[in-house]
């Protein structure tokens, strides 16, 4: 079996796992959490960092730490993971919709402005699989409307937008460490800010809301800590994100050159004019003419053992939000059709080149 990922810990990793088992620090006070929150900070370029449970963990710190309101409306895109609408819901937030480009996945931002109403208090910018968002494009129209920005960055670790690193942008960004990151830490989140009070909230939301009367609460938070253990995964994960980077430009390359001659697939672009793809994820796109579906080519490859996963399912078709009175009107073409002809094949780091290749060999046989 060839799994859609593979992580790769090739370098300091069990030297300060071992280091964490020595000291016996393994819980969320030991110095590894601190030193991952700094130097992800710095790496990205940001003043303040909050290492947490989880991706979906960090939204959901994210979202309270904006203070956003019950009845308080966010633009985001339906073409992501449930985590972004979910951490708005729980807190009685109504996430608007918008389509996304066919070609990069990401939010079409010349739909955002027609929707901004007297409820509308930020602009939640998703980057997806490989290509950035129209960042400058978002941040003008918040400064116009007077909006936060949130920034969910969980899949562009290593990647720029115009020469800047992705997570930098807006009032509060995040991360994901989930083992098919670029960086890993088994499970882990970041939230990432330029505010020092933000940062406070931040930190404060991660961990239960406590007070200098340790056990009197004025708020409620969460226990979304990160361990120790994970923050030194991450340290030495972090070190390596140069050749990261690279390994994934080269295993989206790879693919470029080997798929270029199947005439039923669309590949990913390999750059705009904002961006190079980093290539968190190898994306395929079925044709309109195809003569199969996405699940049936999956289904097909699982046959020869080659992993892979579906798109996104839409947010304004997720029987959950439908069933609470959400986007039951809400129609988003691109979206509905990037699911119903998208998936994506094995690109983890720990791809070998002859695995590339046996890939490639099952797709031409599956797609011819």
């Known amino acids: 079996m060839i799994p859609v990922n593979t992580p790769l810990l090739n370098g300091n990793e069990k030297k300060y796992l071992n280091e964490c088992i020595d000291t016996n620090w393994i819980s969320s006070e030991g110095p590894f959490v ?14 303040y960092a909050t290492a947490c449970a ?12 904006l203070e956003l309101q019950k009845g308080d409306e966010v633009i985001m895109p339906s073409f992501t993971i449930i985590s972004c609408a979910q951490a708005l819901v729980n807190r009685g937030v109504t996430p608007v919709l918008v389509d996304s480009h066919i070609d990069t996945f990401n939010m079409d931002v010349t739909q955002i ?16 699989f490989g290509l950035t968002v129209d960042v400058d494009a978002i941040l003008q129209l918040a400064k116009k409307h007077k909006l936060k ?25 995040i991360f994901s460490f989930y083992p098919n990151k670029q960086i890993t830490t088994g499970e882990g989140g970041m939230v990432l ?11 404060s939301l991660r961990n239960l809301c406590f007070s200098e009367d340790r056990f009197v609460h004025e708020e409620l938070g969460y226990n979304y ?14 070190e390596n994100i140069t050749n990261v980077v690279k390994k994934k430009r080269w295993i989206g390359e790879t693919y470029n ?14 750059c705009t004019d904002y961006c190079d793809n980093i290539y968190w994820v190898y994306t395929i796109m079925l044709k309109d ?57 094995p690109s983890g780091l720990g791809i070998t080149l002859e695995q590339i290749h046996e890939v490639s060999d099952v797709l031409h046989k599956v797609l011819s």
């Open 149 to 173: 920005v949130i920034e969910d960055a969980a899949q562009m670790l290593g990647q720029e937008y115009k020469g800047k690193k992705c997570g930098g942008f807006g009032d509060i960004s």
């Open 193 to 203: 800010c330029d505010s020092i009070a933000l940062d406070a909230r931040t930190k």
């Open 289 to 345: 003419n195809s003569q199969k579906t996405a699940k049936q080519v999956m289904n097909e490859l699982s046959h020869y053992k080659i992993g892979t996963r579906p798109f996104f399912y839409p947010m304004h078709q997720q029987p959950v939000f439908n069933n609470m009175g959400l986007f039951s009107d809400v129609t988003l073409p691109n979206s509905e059709k990037l699911y119903k002809q998208g998936f994506y094949i």
């Open 257 to 270: 050159n080997l798929l270029a001659d199947i005439e039923s697939v669309v590949l990913p672009i390999a």
């Open 34 to 47: 601190k030193r991952f929150e700094d130097e992800l900070a710095d790496y990205v370029g940001r003043e």
């Open 54 to 65: 989880n991706g979906t963990a960090a939204l959901d710190i994210a979202v309270a730490a």
């Open 113 to 128: 402005e027609p929707l901004i109403t007297a409820k509308t208090k930020a602009i939640m910018v998703v980057h997806i």
């Open 225 to 238: 800590r990160m361990t120790n253990m994970q923050a030194a995964l991450g340290v030495a994960q972090l």
